[in-house]
């Protein structure tokens, strides 16, 4: 079982206020990734990142930001939160060896309601 | 484009009865193609096939991936209601991307 953390699993929040969501992984993996997946839909790559200090935004326009200080620590920020955030939020991670792409290992994921 | 599309959307079964799940892929920089189960929550890996590792098995599991089409099918034998998950189909582009489909919604009836 992959050792990946997400908190909150759940939240709601006022429109305008700050959050973070947090993620952590103990595999040492060098690859972090966010997704936000909205329902019944696929899941739409906003961050990544190779190793410490290194991060890319990914394929889907996200207002947040995120940051990568420690290896097993990868949390994405928003700084006013917005109706339109509400989604699903998954964190995952991956080996980087070789050039070779590995699977990737999910979180339980942080669901999100801005009211 | 990248893109990645699953077929069905959605399949209603019986148990016992056998299903076939596809997934058809276009993506520069071809590495790998991964099969995941989501159910209520994160997906769960299931099987990574590559140029070097066409067909996977595990269990009632089984997956092919045809390089020369393209594409990729998961077979689930002896379905249980336990199997109701969707299924979501990866493929690896480069050294960093993976682009999903929407994914196939299974529902195993008792």
């Known amino acids: 079982e992959a050792d990946i953390y997400q908190t909150p699993r759940y939240l709601v929040i006022g429109t305008g206020k700050k959050i973070t969501l947090e993620c952590s992984q103990t595999m040492g993996h060098d690859k972090m990734y966010w997704y936000q997946q909205d329902p019944g839909m696929e899941l739409h790559l906003i961050h990544y990142s190779y190793g410490v200090n290194s991060t890319e935004k990914g394929d889907l326009s996200s207002e947040s930001t995120v940051s990568r200080i420690r290896t097993e620590h990868f949390p994405l920020t928003l700084e006013s939160a917005r109706p339109s955030h509400t989604s699903q939020y998954l964190c995952a991670s991956s080996e980087l060896a070789g050039g070779l792409t590995y699977e990737q290992y999910f979180g339980p994921g942080t669901r999100l309601t801005v009211t | 484009e990248d893109k990645v599309v699953q077929s069905p959307l959605s399949l209603v079964v019986h148990e016992g009865d056998t299903v076939t799940l596809n997934c058809s892929y276009e993506v520069t920089n071809f590495r790998s193609l991964l099969w995941y189960k989501q159910e209520k929550k994160a997906p769960t890996f299931l099987f990574m096939l590559?140029?070097?590792?066409i067909e996977k098995k595990s269990g009632r599991l089984s997956s092919i991936l045809d390089k020369k089409e393209l594409s990729s099918i998961l077979n689930i034998t002896a379905t249980q209601t336990g199997d109701s998950a969707i299924y979501l189909c990866?493929?690896?582009?480069?050294?960093?991307?993976?682009?999903f489909g929407t994914g196939t919604r299974l529902k195993v009836l008792a």
């Open positions: 990866a493929s690896g582009s480069g050294t960093y991307k993976y682009i």
């Open positions: 590559t140029s070097s590792g």
